[in-house]
């Protein structure tokens, strides 16, 4: 909020309360099952009527709904559900460069799309190796008896 606003704030006299804040213009992705053509038109038509929503883009192929706009996320998943009956969620999937171990149990998931696996850095059900950096596996896994180079007094 600039120094404008809020002097303007201060010496506002319409009367017409508290203000409201604005919403944040956000990029909200979700993973919703999309079969066919049909179910494609039904969620986009169900998000293009929502308030706020300026765009909204339907990766079939990916199962994935792009929503950009005024909205809440939360809002938006609950009028994905209710107008179509389908199940949705927030996009759990990141690039797969980003993470650093990407095969560790709990990460790596067959149903996610080509170059993406599941976010790690949130989930607590996630192995630790999923979240452990490069070098906390270095010391953990030095003294293992699967690893073949680890110290010779072992």
Known sequence: MGVLDHVSDLFDCSG????HKRKQLQT??????IDCEGCEHK???????MKGVKEVE???KANKVTVVGYVEPSKVVARV??????????WP??????VAHPYAPGVYDKKAPAGYVRNAS????????????S????YTTAFSDENANACAVM
Not at 43 to 49: S, T
Not at 93 to 98: E, F, G, L, R, S
């Open 122 to 133: 949130f989930d607590p059900q996630v192995s630790q190796l999923a979240r452990a950096s």
């Open 43 to 49: 969620v986009k038509r169900a998000l293009e009527g």
């Open 81 to 90: 559900q209710h107008r179509t009956g389908k199940k949705a969620e927030l």
């Open 93 to 98: 999937y990141v690039p797969y460069d980003v």
């Open 16 to 19: 017409d309360g508290p203000k």
């Open 28 to 33: 909200v992705e979700l993973k919703v099952r």
């Open 135 to 138: 070098t906390e596996v270095r």
């Open 58 to 60: 339907v990766e079939r």
